[in-house]
């Protein structure tokens, strides 16, 4: 298994992964939104 200095990467790229979908989720929505008030 990983020692705990990986676990501490892993943590960490795994918090800025779950950022980056939260604010990727966050841009699609208000692109889509943006999208289907033009298409309306």
Same mark, same amino acid.
């Given at each position: 298994?990983? &020692?705990?200095?990986? =676990? @501490? ?5 795994? &918090?800025? *992964?779950?950022?980056? *979908? @939260?604010?990727?989720?966050?841009? $699609? /929505?208000?692109? /889509?939104? =943006? $999208? =289907? &008030?033009?298409?309306?």
């Amino acid at each position: 298994m990983a &020692s705990g200095n990986d =676990i @501490k990467a892993a943590e960490a790229t795994y &918090s800025g *992964f779950i950022n980056l *979908f @939260k604010y990727g989720m966050i841009g $699609v /929505a208000i692109v /889509a939104i =943006i $999208v =289907i &008030s033009l298409i309306a």
